[in-house]
């Protein structure tokens, strides 16, 4: 048999940056740039989706979504400096959509005939929920009890949970495209093209720009494009929806936006708080735990770096929780989970430098105070936006199954485990998700409407389901006899701090706060 080229390897070669090496500032700075435009797709389409339903107007729209970049750039900032110090975007989350449906659904709420009254207060009545759910996730990360729980997973848990946490994604992909594929589609052939087939071409030094930029230049030239349509009358006896897909100039944010507007706590007045909707927001949080957990995993693979130790995973949803705390007091109407689509980011450039993050928290907060140039960022048509995540979330995806590696896929038990987890992690979301919608409040329909939710949110997710089958199935069938085959001699050093030397490196918090905070 020839010999095998290619065995099993903890961390990824042929990465060009490393979590602690830094690119040049030139080129540290436009990679920021590009992972902030990135992140604004998401950013940009829960409050348009949200406020909306809310009560609110143009002018409230774009000042949440001001408030959500702002908190979301706090955010990072904190995990990339005090958190897992990986280099992962922080921000807005469609998890919380289920809840929060449920709260403006609210027969209370919906009794206020005026829409701002109606807006303010069911933005306080979100903000007060909240405020609540993130002590659940403070706890379990700070006590360490997610760091304990963490331990039982294996490789072959954890490759159907960090792979649903980029297939989970799949209807925010090509789904979204199709809404206006003349803009959509050229942007997603024009990636690929750039990023893959013409990634060595360097036209300037030695500098690969088609690899390094692709989102840049790629989103520049077809929202150029999109401009030219949409000036020349291409949508103009269009449908609606189209013309909301395509054109750029419906998102009505540059007009409403102020020139310059700092989001502080407590700017729609102080919170309200109600049991049933603190309940039904914990599920969000649950399961932003989960999704985060598996995209702190594929993180640091694709930063070069050790699997989180669980010490530091644990740091990492603690501070995690602080964010949806800010969430709460800011007013964000959602709460916060890591960008998938930043992490797809690393791997899809080869930088998986922790310099660039925190420099794109600083262009996330400085946008989000001036609010017209931020707005024109935020205008660009989502399907653009589309496009790329059928790159970035497909390799989030590869990422978690390149997991598999560590075990023994020879054998019936893991390819039980993981192909009834996979199929689970799809199946039993698509089932919740086509009965969900803000009237029929989805498959769970009892009298407790907190109730509804907090199962409907739960089983809505792709990665906890998979999380639920792989990791259940992983620690109760023949365990003691399949320890190797299951990966764990891989991963078992990770399990401390001290385990590997690495961690160290990667891990340690700056400004020798470790004296303060020894690791565990």
Not at 317 to 323: D, T, V
Not at 487 to 502: A, E, L, Q, S, Y
Request: aromatic share 12%; proline share 6%.
């Amino acid at each position: 048999m020839a010999d095998i080229t290619h065995p099993p390897m903890e961390q990824l070669q042929d990465l060009e940056y490393c979590i602690d090496s830094n690119p040049p500032w030139g080129e540290t700075i436009l990679l920021a740039f590009q992972n902030y435009i990135l992140m604004l797709g998401t950013n940009v389409m829960i409050p348009s989706l949200i406020v909306p339903a809310m009560g609110g107007d143009n002018g409230d729209k774009a000042r949440v979504i001001q408030t959500l970049l702002f908190v979301a750039g706090l955010n990072t900032l904190l995990q990339a400096l005090f958190g897992t110090r990986l280099p992962a975007v922080v921000g807005g989350s469609f998890t919380y959509v289920i809840p929060i449906a449920y709260i403006v659904g609210d027969s209370s709420l919906q009794r206020i005939t005026d829409n701002h009254e109606r807006f303010l207060h069911t933005m306080r009545a979100i903000q007060g929920a909240l405020i609540v759910a993130s002590s659940i996730q403070i706890i379990l990360g700070y006590s360490q009890v997610w760091g304990l729980l963490s331990r039982f997973f294996s490789p072959l848990g954890m490759a159907p949970v960090v792979g649903l946490v980029g297939l989970g994604l799949f209807q925010r992909g090509f789904p979204v495209l199709g809404e206006c594929v003349e803009i959509g589609l050229p942007m997603l052939i024009l990636i690929i093209g750039l990023s893959q087939y013409l990634k060595h071409v360097k036209p300037f030094r030695d500098l690969p720009i088609f690899e390094r930029f692709p989102v840049l230049i790629c989103v520049t030239i077809v929202w150029i494009y999109s401009v030219i349509l949409t000036a020349s009358g291409a949508y103009r006896n269009k449908p609606i929806k189209t013309q909301l897909s395509c054109r750029t100039d419906q998102a009505n944010l540059i007009t409403t936006a102020p020139w310059f507007k700092f989001p502080y706590p407590l700017q729609w007045g102080p919170p309200t708080f109600s049991a049933g909707h603190s309940f039904a927001m914990m599920a969000a949080v649950l399961v932003s735990m989960v999704e985060s957990t598996g995209a702190y995993k594929a993180a640091s693979r694709l930063a070069i770096a050790t699997p989180p130790p669980a010490y530091v995973l644990s740091r990492g949803i603690g501070w995690q929780g602080i964010g949806v705390l800010l969430n709460g007091l800011f007013g964000t109407s959602t709460g916060a989970t890591v960008a998938v689509e930043n992490v797809g980011l690393l791997g899809l450039t080869r930088v998986g430098s922790r310099r660039v993050v925190q420099i794109s928290a600083g262009f996330m907060i400085f946008f989000s105070t001036l609010g017209k140039f931020g707005a024109v960022f935020a205008s660009i048509p989502i399907p653009i936006f589309a496009a790329i995540y059928c790159v970035l979330f497909g390799l989030v995806a590869s990422v978690g199954l390149s997991f598999l590696q560590f075990t023994n896929m020879n054998s019936m038990r893991n390819l039980i485990i993981t192909g009834l987890s996979l199929f689970l992690g799809l199946s039993i979301p698509q089932l919740f998700n086509e009965y969900w919608n803000p009237a029929r409040r989805g498959l769970v329909h009892t009298n407790a409407g907190w109730f509804n939710a907090f199962l409907n949110t739960i089983f809505s997710s792709p990665a906890t389901v998979a999380l639920i089958v792989a990791v259940f199935l992983d620690n109760t069938l023949e365990v003691e006899k399949s320890k190797k085959d299951r990966g764990m001699p891989w991963w078992v050093k990770f399990r401390t701090f001290r385990g590997d030397n690495r961690n160290e490196e990667f891990y340690t918090l700056p400004f020798n706060l470790n004296r303060f905070f020894p690791p565990t």
